[in-house]
Structure formats: C-alpha cells, structure tokens
C-alpha cells in the first residue's frame, strides 16, 4: 500500500507561469507529479482551450493542484489483477464547494466531462450551486449533499453518499476552510473564532483525509486526495490571521507526514 502525497500551494508568479505553460493533461494521473489545474472563481479564460489543463486569472486566486495523495487499493497479491486502471471521465468530490475556488473546480471538472459532487455546511448553499450547476451541466453529472468537515459523522456520511452516487470516487479535493470571516491580531480574536478556524481547517482535514484513504483503500481503483492549502502555507507570516497561516501550514506538515509514512511503506 501506497499513499505518497505533497501539500497544494496557491503558486508564486514564477510557479504560475510553469503550471500555464505546462502541456500535460488529465490522463497523466498515472504520474501524478504532473497534474495541474488552474481555476479561478470568475471563471475567465485565457487562450487556453484544454478544459483540464486551464489557465484561469483573477484578483480571486489560483488553485495549483500538484503531488497529489495516491491511494493504492489494498488487495491481496492473488487479486492484483481485479485492480482497475484510473481513466476518464472521473468521480470527484470537492468539499467545501458551492462558492469561490471550489465552485469553480466543481464547473472545471464537470467542462471537462467529469461527474461531481459537490458539498457544504450550508444545506440552502448546497442546493442553490446544485441547481445552477445541472442547469448548465445536466442533472446526471452533478449530486450534492450538507457536510460540516469538522463533524466526523458529517464525514462518514458523505462517503456514503459518494458511494451511493457514484459507486467510487476517482478524485478527492479537500478545499473546505474557514477563517471564522475575521481578519485581526490574535490577542482581539474570540474563543469561537479561534476554534472555527482550527476545527474546520486542521481537525476537517484530517478526518477527510483518513475518511478518503479508507474509502479509496477498498476501491479498484484507488484514489487520489488532493489538499487545498493556503496564505501561511509556506511558513510566511500571516500577521492579521494568524490561526489561519497556523492552520494552512499545517496541511503541509501533515501531508510530509504522510509522505514519510508511505516511504516507510515502500521499504518495508
């Protein structure tokens, strides 16, 4: 078993401008250090016409999905060849959906021939970004369903709405966060604010992640998990949020952690 991965940063100019010139397309998921996705919220194309590896810009950000977590399915060497290969179209599922780079994902994939689901706290969120989106996509292409990230059964019941839907998920993009909508030095912030940032951001995270390993550890077909990180990711400061740079630095230790255990996997 396998389950080597790397955090997903929003990239510098200098990343930008090699995830634009990129060539690669959806298929390399067999080499998932080559798979790049660039969305934006406003969904405004630039010349690129390769709905799966786009070049989107705005003064909302960029999504840069690269080394994702590769789940390999857990079978026994006399069933090996019952293993399936990944192949388009894809299952996704992306939490934290129905507004913003999510939401944007949710249309890039389903452009590009995938079926979704889509998930939020929010149930009225979830069932307005459903609604627009099978108008313009079609109802067969995308579900959704209320999902708190930080509740462990929220969790465990998306799994199974994933796998009542879909049978399988293909692609797990963990995009769910939260900086409790406050923007001031620690000392001013509120117990309440504090845990929503921690609980939604670290503790969500991790129990997406362990609810998609186990899922995806039991499919044909494995899985890939992708974790959407974000300002504070890379150790800069974060000086009027500091539990959020906390918190989205953490996804890249948490994801090294996971990388080591997977070496450790391969040499044992």
């Not at 990711?233 to 948490?254: E, I, N």
């Amino acid at each position: 078993m396998a389950i080597p991965c790397a955090s997903l940063p929003f990239p510098s100019s200098s990343l930008l401008l090699k995830a634009s010139s990129f060539s690669s397309q959806f298929p390399p998921l067999l080499s998932p250090s080559h798979l790049f996705l660039t969305v934006c919220s406003r969904h405004t194309p630039a010349k690129s016409t390769n709905a799966r590896n786009s070049y989107y810009t705005n003064n909302t950000g960029i999504a840069y999905l690269n080394y994702p977590v590769v789940v390999k399915a857990q079978t026994s060497s006399s069933s090996a060849l019952s293993r399936e290969p990944m192949l388009p179209p894809f299952n996704v599922l992306i939490t934290g959906s129905t507004k913003g780079i999510g939401y944007a994902l949710a249309k890039e994939f389903l452009k590009a021939g995938d079926n979704v689901i889509i998930c939020s706290r929010s149930a009225e969120r979830v069932e307005s970004a459903v609604q627009s989106l099978r108008e313009e996509f079609g109802e067969q292409r995308v579900w959704g369903t209320k999902c708190d990230v930080k509740e462990g059964k929220d969790v465990k019941d998306l799994v199974a709405f994933a796998q009542e839907s879909l049978k399988y998920i293909d692609i797990w993009i963990n995009n769910a966060g939260s900086n409790a909508y406050s923007y001031k030095p620690l000392a001013e912030a509120s117990d309440e604010d504090l845990i929503e940032v921690v609980t939604t951001n670290t503790l969500g995270l991790m129990i997406c992640c362990r609810e998609a390993i186990k899922m995806m550890l039991n499919q044909p077909r494995g899985g890939h998990i992708f974790n959407i990180d974000g300002a504070g990711s890379d150790g800069r400061p974060t000086p009027r949020f500091a539990a959020y740079g906390a918190t989205k630095r953490s996804v890249v230790h948490l994801t090294k952690s996971l990388q080591v255990h997977t070496q450790l996997s391969f040499q044992g």
